[in-house]
C-alpha cells in the first residue's frame, strides 16, 4: 500500500517524508515515495500534498506547470477516491481559490476562499507562527485520539475561510477562529504541519495512513 508524497518544489519534505515513513513503520502502513511523476500518483493508494510559500506560485506549480500530474491527482481523488491528505499550502490548495496577492483558482474540493489571518490584536503578529492549541469541532477517523487542547505548530499568514461550517473538522484561537482541519469526502487537510506537531501530528499522519473511507 504505498503513499506518494508529491513535491511541487514548493519547500523541504524531507521532515514529511521521515514522518510518514516512521508511522508507515509503525503501522504497517507499506511504502512511502516523493515523487511527482503522475504514474506515481494514479498507482498511489494514499496521496499527500504537502506546500510552503504563496498560493499562486504552488497552484501554478501543480495545475500549470504540471498539468499531467494535476490530472492524475484529479483522477485519483475525484473518480477513485484515493485518500488525500493537503498540508499548509497543500491545504489550501484544497479550496475554491486563494487571495493571497491576487485571486488564483484552487482545485475546488472544498467551498472555501484562502484569506489573511485578521486577528484584531496588534500583540498577535501575523504570520502565525507556532504552536496553538487545536479546537476539534466535529468527529472524523483522522482525528481519533486528537481532541481540544492538543498542541499543533503553524506557520502561515493566510487560512482557509469556509463557507460549509460543516467541511470544518477544526480551528486555533489566533484573535478569531482560524480554520485548521477540513475535509470533504476522502480529501483531509491540515493548515498546521503534522510532521511538525510531535503527538498530535503523528497521530493524525497514523490515522491517515490506516484510514478506510
Known amino acids: ?86 498540508i499548509c499550502v497543500g491545504m489550501q490548495l484544497m479550496a475554491r481559490r486563494g487571495l493571497e496577492h491576487r485571486p488564483t483558482p484552487g482545485l475546488g474540493w472544498i467551498d472555501a476562499e484562502v484569506v489573511p489571518i485578521e486577528p484584531g490584536d496588534d500583540r498577535l503578529k501575523v504570520p502565525h507562527m507556532g504552536w496553538n492549541d487545536l479546537v476539534v469541532e466535529r468527529a472524523h477517523p483522522v482525528l481519533d485520539g486528537i481532541a481540544t487542547g492538543d498542541h499543533a505548530y503553524f506557520v502561515h499568514s493566510y487560512h482557509m475561510r469556509c463557507s460549509d461550517p460543516a467541511q470544518r473538522l477544526a480551528s486555533c484561537d489566533y484573535g478569531e477562529a482560524v480554520t485548521a482541519i477540513v475535509a470533504e469526502g476522502t480529501a483531509v487537510g491540515t493548515q498546521f504541519h503534522p510532521e511538525k506537531s510531535q503527538s498530535a501530528g503523528l497521530r493524525l499522519i497514523a490515522n491517515f495512513l490506516g484510514w478506510r473511507p
Not at 519547500?11 to 512511502?32: D, I, Y
Not at 504552488?58 to 473518480?79: I, K
Open 1 to 86: 500500500m504505498t503513499t506518494v508524497l508529491i513535491d511541487i518544489d514548493s519547500g523541504n519534505l524531507h521532515s514529511a517524508e521521515k514522518a510518514f515513513q516512521r508511522m508507515a513503520a509503525e503501522t504497517g502502513a507499506g511504502p512511502v515515495l516523493v515523487s511527482a511523476a503522475p504514474e506515481d500518483v494514479a498507482r498511489a493508494e494514499r496521496i499527500v500534498l504537502p506546500g510552503d510559500g504563496a498560493f499562486p506560485a504552488c497552484a501554478r506549480a501543480l495545475m500549470q506547470d504540471r498539468p499531467a500530474l494535476h490530472e492524475a491527482l484529479r483522477e485519483a481523488v475525484e473518480t477513485r477516491g484515493r485518500p488525500f491528505l493537503g
